[in-house]
């Protein structure tokens, strides 16, 4: 409590050179150490972090961005240089927020800036660590970004586009299992060795913050003491229509696959559902439709007729955002950003991601874009991203981030609702047909929902399984079972060949090698219907949710926008009453989207007799067994059996060189005595051999049988030599 602010850490040099410390020292050298801790205090500490961070961060994310849009070597070491520096900036002023008595503070802003800076995250590590965690995130990270699966003769395949456009569009269940178990193979095995070393310094980081695991941290985001229990209660809320969907499906895979693929009451091979994770099922709407004989016009064949390019897309999504009021993107948007692949053949990151610089100006996002209707509305929900940032850039960088991990998810997925509804897509020229019927209207929603319904128990899973890592209950040599287990449990799918431990295919989604927290993709799945269910209202919109367009709506877009204004600054449930009238996420605006989808599956699956779920199923997961070598008679492990021929090898030299020595001898032997024994051999017709008299006949065949014996131990070297030299490794 003594020490104020001195002896800070080698970074504060720098911020010397800024001339950011030293005035703020200056007000506050003189005061006793009560005065020094008080509230008055506390802002002038807060200003000086706000001009700190501003610099720090705005030059990590520069570093970031030149790694991740060109991936070289010395991009990833001064990347991991700014990380270090802005941990121990984290670290300094974490450490110095937990001097002030923020409880007996009366700014309820001052208290909540406070208690953001207290929760220092990965910076709480030693140094050592801190650099040892940080290179394996990154490596972590690039072994995705850069992995490719290779034909057999001839080119190797990235995810982005060529894996994805296999998994989207081909309907070869070998062609699809191929691409499948390439892409697991390719990353998952290089993240297995290294994933629970992640784990451990994770969960020391967490420690170090006051939490008993990193998933606690994790959850800890939300300000939410029942979170566990209001997620399971959502889910257990929307499960109902996610078996109605997978029952649907399941039956009209069998029916193109055939028996032998797909069992009607059982899980569903997870490689034929269109996308490579399986979270997302609209790829094979085709196979789907419950309509067929009134398929939806093919607005991906629209738009390419249309000669769009990534860049009008970008502006289309733009149109959206200004038609509401709100704002435009500055003209550093569009120089900077990373709209589609570069042409120049480096390496890049081709996850799409928003970015926000920290200085007020400078928005960007990254994405390889395709032209195509998946990537249009991809976009709709970046710029989502990019609007929030705006909107929220003149408050405190500790402010400038969504209510809670959801909100930002969420705003850019309501906007996708609008931007993919019929009326919308009429009005922009990517649809021909003015009306829909009801036939059609279906068709229109189950579009919808294999998208959004398959996604339910995905994006729930995937951070109850992480958080069962983080705290030990799920052990090591069970990560890859336990995957499964928790696919099966939650969306009734199981690997379509067998895995073993050797594999890790959880490191195949990038969220997880790339260690980012998931669970708010669910949570905003609902949001975001609440949002648009509020925003309709605001819009005057009359009739089912699903019809409704906020496009040219000023008064949704004010109200969005004074939401959006708030960033963190505020509770979120009280950011979430304020748009929805409500302070809980809720599942009805979501059921009632949904609702002329659900009617239609329920009375389908009753007619064709399908069972909900897949009970009495499992996954089979035979660990897989190591090869074994045949030696004399016995199965050994390669190293062993091969162990073994050497040492049968050198017996057989050995042998064959004494035989031939000894041969050599007794050739030697017999000349010597052959003139001594000449008149006694003559006298009794016998000769010697091995030192024995005996018939000349009888010599001769002992001659024959060592010469024999020695070819064939010669022989059998050889032959052992070559087995030996083409034993595969």
């Known amino acids: 409590m003594g020490t104020r602010w001195t002896?800070?850490?080698?970074?504060?040099?720098?911020?010397?050179?800024?001339?950011?410390?030293?005035?703020?020292?200056?007000?506050?050298?003189?005061?006793?150490?009560?005065?020094?801790?008080?509230?008055?205090?506390?802002?002038?500490?807060?200003?000086?972090?706000?001009?700190?961070?501003?610099?720090?961060?705005?030059?990590?994310?520069?570093?970031?961005?030149?790694?991740?849009?060109?991936?070289?070597?010395?991009?990833?070491?001064?990347?991991?240089?700014?990380?270090?520096?802005?941990?121990?900036?984290?670290?300094?002023?974490?450490?110095?927020?937990?001097?002030?008595?923020?409880?007996?503070?009366?700014?309820?802003?001052?208290?909540?800036?406070?208690?953001?800076?207290?929760?220092?995250?990965?910076?709480?590590?030693?140094?050592?660590?801190?650099?040892?965690?940080?290179?394996l995130l990154a490596y972590m990270e690039t072994a995705y970004s850069m992995a490719q699966v290779c034909l057999d003769e001839g080119p190797c395949l990235p995810l982005e586009p060529d894996l994805q456009e296999i998994m989207a569009n081909s309907r070869d269940q070998k062609e699809l299992l191929w691409a499948w178990q390439g892409w697991r193979d390719a990353v998952g095995r290089q993240l297995r060795p290294i994933f629970e070393r992640y784990v451990i310094l994770s969960n020391k980081a967490a420690r170090l913050n006051g939490y008993k695991d990193m998933g606690a941290l994790w959850r800890s985001k939300y300000e939410d003491e029942t979170l566990e229990q209001d997620l399971e209660q959502l889910f257990q809320e929307l499960k109902p229509l996610?078996?109605?969907?997978?029952?649907?499906?399941?039956?009209?895979?069998?029916?193109?696959?055939?028996?032998?693929?797909?069992?009607?009451?059982?899980?569903?091979?997870?490689?034929?559902?269109?996308?490579?994770?399986?979270?997302?099922?609209?790829?094979?709407?085709?196979?789907?439709?419950?309509?067929?004989?009134?398929?939806?016009?093919?607005?991906?064949?629209?738009?390419?007729?249309?000669?769009?390019?990534?860049?009008?897309?970008?502006?289309?999504?733009?149109?959206?955002?200004t038609s509401l009021g709100m704002l435009a993107t500055p003209p550093d948007f569009w120089k900077k950003s990373m709209l589609e692949r570069p042409p120049d053949g480096r390496e890049v990151e081709c996850q799409t991601s928003a970015w926000d610089f920290y200085n007020g100006k400078d928005f960007r996002v990254k994405k390889c874009t395709e032209v195509n209707i998946e990537d249009l509305l991809s976009i709709f929900h970046q710029m989502g991203h990019i609007q929030y940032f705006l909107q929220y850039k003149?408050?405190?960088?500790?402010?400038?981030?969504?209510?809670?991990?959801?909100?930002?998810?969420?705003?850019?997925?309501?906007?996708?609702?609008?931007?993919?509804?019929?009326?919308?897509?009429?009005?922009?020229?990517?649809?021909?047909?003015?009306?829909?019927?009801?036939?059609?209207?279906?068709?229109?929603?189950?579009?919808?929902?294999?998208?959004?319904?398959?996604?339910?128990?995905?994006?729930?899973?995937?951070?109850?399984?992480?958080?069962?890592?983080?705290?030990?209950?799920?052990?090591?040599?069970?990560?890859?079972?336990?995957?499964?287990?928790?696919?099966?449990?939650?969306?009734?799918?199981?690997?379509?060949?067998?895995?073993?431990?050797?594999?890790?295919?959880?490191?195949?989604k990038f969220h997880i090698s790339a260690s980012m927290p998931y669970i708010g993709y669910f949570i905003s799945l609902v949001l975001q219907f609440q949002f648009h269910e509020a925003l309709c209202k605001a819009a005057g919109h009359m009739g089912p949710l699903h019809q409704c367009n906020i496009y040219n709506s000023k008064m949704a877009g004010k109200i969005l926008g004074d939401v959006l204004k708030v960033g963190s600054s505020k509770p979120w449930p009280q950011v979430l009453k304020e748009l929805t009238g409500k302070s809980k996420v809720s599942s009805e605006a979501l059921l009632s989207?949904?609702?002329?989808?659900?009617?239609?599956?329920?009375?389908?699956?009753?007619?064709?007799?399908?069972?909900?779920?897949?009970?009495?199923?499992?996954?089979?997961?035979?660990?897989?067994?190591?090869?074994?070598?045949?030696?004399?008679?016995?199965?050994?492990?390669?190293?062993?059996?091969?162990?073994?021929?050497?040492?049968?090898?050198?017996?057989?030299?050995?042998?064959?060189?004494?035989?031939?020595?000894?041969?050599?001898?007794?050739?030697?032997?017999?000349?010597?005595?052959?003139?001594?024994?000449?008149?006694?051999?003559?006298e009794t017709g016998n000769t010697k051999f091995l030192c024995v008299p005996m018939e000349p006949h009888q010599a001769a065949r002992g001659q024959w049988l060592l010469l024999g014996l020695c070819l064939i131990l010669m022989l059998c070297s050889i032959i052992l030599t070559i087995r030996i030299f083409t034993w595969p490794n």
């Open 242 to 321: 996610y078996l109605n969907l997978h029952a649907y499906v399941r039956r009209s895979l069998h029916r193109h696959y055939g028996p032998d693929i797909i069992d009607v009451r059982g899980p569903i091979p997870a490689h034929l559902l269109g996308n490579m994770w399986a979270q997302s099922w609209v790829n094979i709407l085709d196979l789907v439709l419950p309509f067929p004989k009134k398929p939806p016009e093919d607005i991906t064949k629209i738009m390419k007729g249309q000669r769009w390019k990534p860049g009008k897309m970008f502006e289309e999504a733009e149109k959206f955002f």
């Open 593 to 682: 989207y949904f609702k002329p989808l659900l009617n239609w599956l329920v009375t389908e699956n009753v007619q064709q007799g399908e069972i909900l779920g897949w009970p009495d199923f499992g996954c089979t997961f035979p660990e897989r067994r190591k090869p074994k070598a045949a030696f004399l008679s016995m199965e050994l492990e390669p190293k062993a059996a091969r162990s073994g021929q050497w040492v049968l090898l050198i017996l057989c030299i050995i042998m064959f060189l004494m035989i031939l020595g000894l041969a050599s001898r007794l050739f030697v032997m017999e000349k010597q005595s052959a003139n001594k024994d000449s008149s006694d051999n003559t």
């Open 7 to 135: 002896r800070p850490g080698p970074y504060l040099l720098v911020l010397l050179c800024y001339g950011q410390l030293l005035p703020w020292l200056m007000t506050v050298g003189d005061q006793s150490l009560d005065e020094f801790y008080n509230e008055t205090e506390a802002k002038l500490f807060l200003q000086f972090y706000e001009q700190t961070a501003q610099v720090v961060l705005n030059q990590f994310m520069e570093a970031a961005w030149n790694y991740v849009t060109n991936i070289t070597k010395k991009n990833r070491e001064e990347m991991l240089h700014k990380e270090l520096e802005r941990s121990q900036v984290m670290v300094y002023f974490g450490s110095r927020a937990r001097l002030f008595k923020i409880a007996q503070f009366q700014d309820p802003v001052v208290k909540r800036m406070l208690s953001k800076l207290l929760d220092i995250g990965k910076a709480a590590l030693p140094k050592d660590e801190l650099w040892e965690y940080n290179k």
């Open 394 to 508: 003149n408050l405190s960088i500790l402010f400038r981030e969504g209510a809670n991990p959801a909100f930002g998810e969420a705003v850019g997925s309501m906007v996708t609702l609008s931007a993919s509804s019929y009326q919308h897509l009429l009005n922009r020229g990517l649809l021909s047909q003015q009306h829909q019927d009801s036939e059609e209207e279906v068709n229109f929603l189950m579009g919808i929902a294999l998208d959004k319904i398959a996604f339910i128990p995905f994006g729930y899973m995937i951070d109850r399984f992480r958080w069962k890592i983080f705290d030990g209950t799920i052990q090591k040599d069970i990560y890859n079972q336990e995957w499964w287990n928790f696919r099966l449990k939650y969306q009734g799918l199981c690997p379509p060949i067998p895995r073993s431990e050797d594999d890790f295919d959880p490191g195949a």
